[in-house]
């Protein structure tokens, strides 16, 4: 079975400013907080007064027990809105709830690991916004949300060629195959023909 | 496309609607149904004239779903080099003409949040059928209809009756313009906007989409150039080894075929990029008229669109 070599693979590549957009929100997640920043800068350069126009959601990386806060470096900045989040799914409820009030001419920018590009992805095509509005860079863990193609639930954070699906426990092949409507690469049972015979579990997913 | 590939129908109402348009009717002679299109589509229409043979893209403006026939609209040009007057003046309730099959190059986005439709005139014509394609839907639509005068507004009475509350008429005679960045600085997120009509329309739609900071797959337009008149030239065609003389009021797509080369064709009017062909030679200047080839392309002197595009040159060989 074909596991890598596969078009669906998302590409990314660094974040670049597009102030041809009229209003911009941005996202970032642990270490992709460099990146936003770093586009920040392009942009005040290129048309300062988009700052103005700019909304960033983030989740900073904390130590356990410290309260959540915008970084710093964000703060400073003539932004329209910088808040922190402690989690994922409070992040993603705050961006849907922009998509919804948003007009033409946004742009979206996510910074961070895969999977919360992918989650992020998910949203803004519900919103239909197209390559042209979007732009990613993947930063930080390479773990993948993977789909179960047998029973239809995602595992999270696999780090292996070889995972147990959380639900139906079936030894799942992690292929490169990838669901933008879904967020998660495609888990296809490793042991259909021999049941019991699995490669070596190694971990790919850094 | 080749003339194989025509279908025969006869022309069983025309009426003048407006002081410029005529409304066709077309239905298979054969009877049974015509091929099915999408909201958007354009036929091509072949013209059999005494002199010389004209093919016209018309837009398809019946609904999609009644297939027992095909409805186009016809705006009588000034300027024609003679394919809209022959369907004014020469054709008749009973006449037979050839048609290609229904080719769409100006789509609905099937998974937009909300259409915005602007039309100028003639334009409306693609946007009746698109109108039909989104009225059980769910997704919200308006159309904006800019005309000269309410005497010029055609098809009036079937949007009032099947498109009641979703389109708004702007006449020129009464100083009403469509506030084209009112509207485009305030469509929600996934919203598409298409446009069709006069070349200045277009072009200040587009102009103020971008200037809001749309992205360009959520501006969508469509105008069909007629292929303008220009000097004569002689073109050689490189595989067929013969030597085609383009007369002043003959595009080169036309000239070509009148020595019965085939180019292959879609829209012919500058717009799909389907007759794209390989210049190997040329000692003179390209005059590119389509909206295809990119400002670069264009500049490169080693492509052409046959069906609007002509040349000023002594020497230009085709890979024809």
Redesign the interface.
């Known amino acids: 079975m074909l596991v890598t070599g596969i078009k669906s693979k998302p590409v990314y590549a660094p974040l670049r400013a597009d102030v041809r957009g009229r209003y911009h929100l941005m996202l970032g997640m642990g270490v992709g907080d460099a990146a936003l920043l770093r586009v920040i800068e392009e942009m005040r350069s290129a048309a300062p007064q988009a700052l103005a126009a700019t909304r960033v959601l983030v989740i900073p990386q904390t130590g356990a027990g410290v309260p959540v806060a915008a970084p710093p470096e964000f703060s400073r900045l003539p932004l329209q809105e910088v808040r922190a989040f402690a989690a994922v799914p409070a992040l993603l409820e705050e961006f849907k709830e922009l998509l919804g009030r948003a007009l033409m001419g946004t742009r979206l920018y996510v910074a961070g690991p895969e999977s919360f590009i992918g989650l992020a992805m998910k949203l803004a095509l519900e919103f239909n916004l197209n390559k042209d509005e979007i732009r990613a860079e993947e930063l930080g863990t390479l773990a993948r949300r993977v789909y179960c193609i047998h029973c239809r639930a995602t595992t999270e954070e696999v780090r292996t060629n070889i995972v147990e699906c959380v639900a139906c426990h079936r030894w799942l092949l992690v292929r490169d195959h990838y669901s933008r409507r879904l967020a998660a690469y495609m888990g296809v049972m490793a042991d259909a023909e021999a049941p019991g015979e699995l490669p070596p579990v190694k971990e790919v997913f850094a | 496309m080749s003339e194989a590939q025509t279908l025969t129908v006869e022309v069983t109402a025309i009426e003048q609607i407006t002081p410029l348009i005529k409304h066709f009717k077309l239905a298979p002679i054969a009877g049974g149904s015509m091929p099915a299109f999408s909201g958007g589509s354009h036929i091509v229409v072949v013209m059999k004239g005494a002199s010389r043979v004209h093919r016209n893209p018309y837009s398809l403006l019946s609904p999609p779903n009644e297939l027992g026939g095909y409805e186009i609209g016809v705006r009588r040009m000034e300027e024609s080099r003679g394919g809209s007057h022959f369907m004014h003046d020469e054709v008749r309730v009973g006449s037979l003409l050839e048609i290609a099959h229904p080719v769409n190059l100006f789509n609905l ?1 099937k ?3 909300k259409h915005v439709m602007i039309a100028g005139g003639i334009g409306i014509t693609p946007f009746m059928a698109m109108l039909e394609d989104l009225r059980e839907g769910p997704v919200p639509y308006e159309l904006h209809y800019s005309v000269r005068s309410p005497e010029h507004a055609a098809f009036l009475s079937r949007l009032n009756e099947r498109q009641a509350g979703r389109f708004r008429m702007y006449y020129d005679s009464d100083n009403r313009f469509i506030d084209f960045d009112g509207l ?8 598409h906007v298409y446009v069709c009509g006069p070349a200045g329309l277009i072009t200040r739609v587009i102009d103020s ?2 200037g ?7 501006i969508h337009w469509e105008q069909f150039s007629a292929p303008p008149v220009g000097d004569a030239f002689d073109v050689f065609l490189a595989r067929s080894k013969i030597t085609v003389h383009v007369p002043p009021d003959q595009s080169l797509m036309e000239s070509i075929e009148a020595q019965g080369v085939e180019v292959p064709y879609l829209c012919r009017g500058g717009v799909c990029g389907f007759c794209q062909t390989k210049v190997l030679e040329l000692d003179g200047e390209l005059i590119h008229n389509d909206h295809f080839l990119s400002d670069a392309e264009k500049a490169r002197r080693n492509t052409i669109m046959p069906c609007v595009s002509r040349a000023r040159c002594k020497t230009l060989v085709l890979d024809l």
Request: charged content about 15%; aromatic content about 10%.
């Open positions: 986005d998974i937009a949040r485009l600085s305030n469509q929600p997120l996934g919203t989409a971008q809001w900071g749309w992205p360009d797959s959520h």
